[in-house]
Nanobody, 121 residues
Framework: QVQLVESGGGLVQAGGSLRLSCAAS????????MDWYRQPPGKPRELVAS???????KYVDSVKGRFTISGDFAKNTVYLQMNSLKPEDTAVYYC???????????????WGQGTQVTVSS
C-alpha cells in the first residue's frame, strides 16, 4: 500500500505565501508523476499543478506565475510553493501520485488526505 501525507496548510492573509509538502511512502517501484489538486467549498476538485519525474510541469491558468511545483522523486516528495495568495485560493489541497508498484506493472493513482489552505482578505 502507498500512503501520501500532505503538510504545510494553514491560514494566511491575502498576498502571503505558503509551501505545501507531500511525501509518499510504502511499497513503490517508481512514481511517474505527482499532482496537486484543490477543492474549494461547494465546488468540484480541480487540478492545480503537475510534475513528472523528468521535471516537466503544468499549471492551471489561475495559478500561473504565482504557484511553483517542484519534486524530489528520489525521496518521493513533491512541493507546492504558493505566493501572492488570494481568497479564491481557499480550498482543501490534495496530493495525487501516479505510482508503479512493480517493474513492468501498471500505474495506479493514490490520494493524500488533504490539507486546508485558507486565505483571508
Amino acid at each position: 500500500q502507498v500512503q501520501l501525507v500532505e503538510s504545510g496548510g494553514g491560514l494566511v492573509q491575502a498576498g502571503g505565501s505558503l509551501r505545501l509538502s507531500c511525501a509518499a511512502s510504502g511499497r513503490t517501484f517508481s512514481i511517474n508523476s505527482m499532482d496537486w489538486y484543490r477543492q474549494p467549498p461547494g465546488k468540484p476538485r480541480e487540478l492545480v499543478a503537475s510534475i513528472t519525474s523528468g521535471g516537466s510541469t503544468k499549471y492551471v491558468d489561475s495559478v500561473k506565475g504565482r504557484f511553483t511545483i517542484s519534486g524530489d522523486f528520489a525521496k518521493n516528495t513533491v512541493y507546492l510553493q504558493m505566493n501572492s495568495l488570494k481568497p479564491e485560493d481557499t480550498a482543501v489541497y490534495y496530493c495525487y501520485a501516479h505510482v508503479v508498484l512493480v517493474a513492468g506493472g501498471v500505474q495506479y493513482g493514490y490520494w493524500g488526505q488533504g490539507t486546508q489552505v485558507t486565505v483571508s482578505s
